[in-house]
């Protein structure tokens, strides 16, 4: 099976969420390839936060809860992130109260935010708070509680209490898995509380991801995929995927 690099990595990434893990001499029988060269694509992979390497291969992160910095997530799939949210802020709409939450693709539609008329905007994340907090036009509510390290984002049960209160016209999501089966789903049960809230509150919810959450699944769920009035991810994504979310009703987006 012989593939360019881009290929030979998604397929890394598939096969090791189907399979739970990727082992390297394996992986370069089946390819033919060096040894070498599966280890520098794995070690590629890692730096997107897609896989986590352990020895003699490689395991999906979603396996292992592992949750990337904001930082590196940040770094990840930037134009594809960009791509996704420039689209979504065309479906803002007459919205007067927005949810933004926290993340990176969630933050790259912040910053692309520039409303004409009053808009209310509550974040459970400081990044969004810092980003909107300056702009004219913009009512910013950020919510309490304790700060997670590596998303800068705020939870457990003052978030929840503070979430109580609001009615949200949009919600705009992120998620670390998507899958019909399973819902969106999270590796931190308090995030999955802080998003599911949201989601109740919201009279639209739109799910903001790239195309590798597709197809994979976390450990808490705080949505099913029907939940979501839109979703939208960029075009790498699987069409398969993309039409069964469609049969469901869901307005799903390739950009």
Known sequence: MELYAYERRRWLVDQ???VGRIDVAEVARELTVAKETVRRDLTALEAEGLLRRVHGGAIPVERLGFEGTLALRNTSRTDEKGRIADHAIGLVGTAESIYLDEGSTTQAFAERLTPRRPLTVVTNSLPIALVMAPRDQVSVVLIGGRVRGKTLGTIDHWALRMLEDFVFDLSVLGTNGLTLERGATCPDAAVAAIKA?????SRRTLLVTDSSKLGSDSSYRFAQARDFSTI???????EGQIRRLRAIGVEAVMV
């Open 16 to 18: 090791a969420r189907q």
């Open 232 to 238: 939208v991810t960029d075009r790498s994504a699987n």
């Open 197 to 201: 809230r949201a989601v109740s509150a």
